[in-house]
């Protein structure tokens, strides 16, 4: 099946540092990806939706300067969080999909600001 | 305001057990997706329904939709500590294009061995 690796993992850090998750579509070009942020115990959120060459489409709420989202390619997606502070401590997931297949995983992301 | 609302919130059973799990919506719908999450994870998908469908079997799970009651069941049959997890249901955003996906709150099952 389709595999969809996002990392790192977990990344803990000090408040006002930037930090960067991958996403990658293994097996399959990645037409659109989406970033998901979830609370504990809560469902996902949708942040933002990204098509590989062109400009990230953020949910309302959303602050496109502190979530940074770059899709260079057709496999690769990044959400940079800028400048963070312990509000923006959360899980975050991406997935990605093709004209084809329902959305794809990744294992997400569990950042931690200090 | 939230599409997909799952209940049970949480639901624990025993190995061997059915587990049943409903969603409801609010908007009128063109497929709806049931995924899992284990702790700590991202989500697995489970299973597809598009609204011309009433029912669909993968393995030990049976989806049913209802799209004149707005209502979908997760069915998992003969449950397995393994199966233990959060489900959730997802509907496409009422109009979007690009597979953009509402999901639920959630059913935590636990399953004891």
């Known amino acids: 099946g389709a595999v969809v690796s996002q990392h790192p993992s977990r990344v803990i850090c000090k408040s006002g540092t930037s930090v960067k998750i991958e996403c990658r579509s293994l097996?399959?070009?990645?037409?659109?990806m989406f970033w998901y942020r979830q609370f504990p115990k809560q469902s996902l959120m949708l942040m933002a939706t990204?098509?590989?060459?062109?400009?990230?489409?953020?949910e309302q709420g959303v602050e496109k300067d502190k979530f940074l989202i770059n899709h260079a390619s057709l496999t690769l997606s990044t959400l940079t969080v800028t400048s963070a502070h312990p509000e923006d401590s959360s899980f975050y997931i991406c997935?990605?999909?093709?004209?084809?297949?329902?959305?794809?995983f990744g294992d997400g992301t569990r950042l931690s600001i200090l | 305001s939230q599409q997909g609302e799952e209940d049970p919130q949480a639901l624990s059973i025993q190995e061997g057990e059915n587990a049943t799990m409903n969603c409801s919506y609010k908007?009128?719908?063109?497929?709806l997706q049931w995924y899992r999450q284990n702790s700590g994870r991202g989500l697995v998908h489970l299973i597809l329904i598009r609204s011309n469908e009433r029912e669909k079997h993968s393995g030990r799970l049976r989806v049913t939709l209802d799209t004149s009651k707005k209502s979908s069941s997760l069915l998992i049959t003969a449950s397995r500590a393994a199966d233990t997890a959060s489900y959730f249901c997802?509907?496409?955003?009422?109009?979007?294009?690009?597979?953009?996906?509402?999901f639920g709150k959630g059913t935590k099952l636990s399953v004891k061995p």
């Open positions: 990204s098509n590989e060459g062109s400009k990230a489409t953020y």
């Open positions: 908007t009128s719908i063109n497929n």
């Open positions: 997802a509907t496409p955003y009422y109009g979007g294009s690009q597979g953009n996906l509402i």
């Open positions: 997935s990605a999909r093709d004209r084809t297949q329902p959305q794809h």
């Open positions: 097996d399959f070009q990645a037409t659109t």
